[in-house]
């Protein structure tokens, strides 16, 4: 018989040969070579050590993203305000990335907390409206995610920046970017914020598996009638779950404010980064190291479609589409566990 365990790495590899074999045939459909444009895509990703530096580097704020949500998720929270908590980081890490001198060793670090600090309070709003008043969560997080993008965008303009178009960039002593590890990838823009995302996955490991605050997290999000018959205070660990949330979102901002660009400018749109997070827990487990894993193909796919229009002439938007489907196979996780049963049956 099939364990728990065994379907929660056999259900994501799955979902994953589905879409991509999903997406070979709508590409030989409309008339592109799969294995052309399936080679682009790992060319794009693996082929040149630059690629291989942008890879990771986009694999970064979506290990945090992924956490953010999956730890929601794990204390039975909808974290759809992940977006908006990384447009805050993003900015919060920024503002004290370049309005303060320090030596490195207290300037990024205060930048850090920060950037997590405010992904928190956006994270605690919506936790405590759903404590107090039992507002559902998705409902305001996904409201928050728009006032957070036109906010910064009014802040940046009017108070942070004086060119009108993006704040001020950071000083060097705020910044996570490294010269031997770009040299080292000619020239990418990978940072040393890998460094922290795989160590704070590491925390979410030990906090929700081997904590006490963890098991009642856990318990809530199972169960929050018999948690709160166990005498746990429910309405607190839902302010904690969205708060952590928070935080994790809001260091995956600081990532592209201190690490990738530099700067923070002003968004026509939503960066994706949270929405997309949303996928990769799914297909992590809301595990931690599973959000890894996750992250890695999604960063994976994100730079490799990049490659694909011009060495298979193949449509990017179609690495899109196997994201989409890969999710959908993610979701109908029920229909791969009953074929793996019945074929559990079918060989006894």
């Known amino acids: 018989m099939f364990t728990n365990r065994m379907f929660n790495i056999l259900v994501p590899v799955i979902s994953v040969l589905l879409g991509l074999i999903a997406g070979a045939i709508i590409m030989a459909a409309f008339g592109y070579n799969p294995l052309s444009g399936y080679q682009a895509l790992w060319d794009g990703s693996f082929g040149d050590i630059y690629y291989f530096g942008e890879t990771i580097r986009q694999v970064t704020p979506y290990i945090f993203t992924g956490l953010a949500v999956a730890f929601a998720f794990r204390s039975g929270l909808f974290n759809i305000g992940a977006e908006g908590q990384v447009i805050v980081g993003w900015l919060a890490a ?43 969560e998705v409902i305001i997080t996904i409201m928050m995610n728009y006032i957070a993008l036109h906010v910064s965008n009014a802040l940046i303009r009017s108070v942070l920046s004086e060119n009108q178009d993006s704040s001020d960039p950071i000083k060097e002593s705020a910044s996570l970017a490294s010269n031997w590890l770009m040299e080292m990838t000619s020239f990418s823009r990978l940072h040393y ?26 318990s809530v999000g199972f169960n929050q009638h018999a948690s709160q ?6 309405g607190k660990n839902i302010i904690l779950a969205m708060v952590i949330s928070g935080a994790f979102a809001g260091l995956g901002g600081a990532m592209e404010g201190l690490g990738t660009f530099g700067y923070m400018p002003t968004h026509s749109a939503f960066t994706n980064l949270g929405f997309d997070g949303i996928a990769v827990a799914l297909l992590g487990g809301n595990n931690a190291f599973g959000v890894v894993l996750a992250a890695i193909l999604f960063g994976t796919l994100k730079i490799g479609a990049l490659n694909m229009p011009t060495a298979a002439d193949v449509p990017s938007e179609l690495v899109e589409i196997v ?10 996780s029920y229909i791969i566990r009953w074929v793996l049963l019945r074929f559990k049956k079918e060989g006894k």
């Open 323 to 332: 994201i989409a489907l890969i999710i959908f196979f993610v979701a109908s």
């Open 94 to 136: 920024v503002w004290v990335g370049a309005a303060f001198d320090a030596p490195m060793i207290i300037h990024l670090p205060l930048a850090l907390l920060a950037s997590a600090l405010a992904g928190a309070i956006w994270g605690f709003i919506p936790g405590l409206l759903k404590a107090k008043l039992g507002v559902h």
């Open 193 to 218: 914020g890998i460094l922290i995302a795989l160590f704070v996955a590491v925390i979410m490991w030990f906090l929700l598996e081997k904590t006490s605050a963890g098991f009642e997290l856990r």
């Open 229 to 234: 018959y166990a005498g746990m205070n429910v």
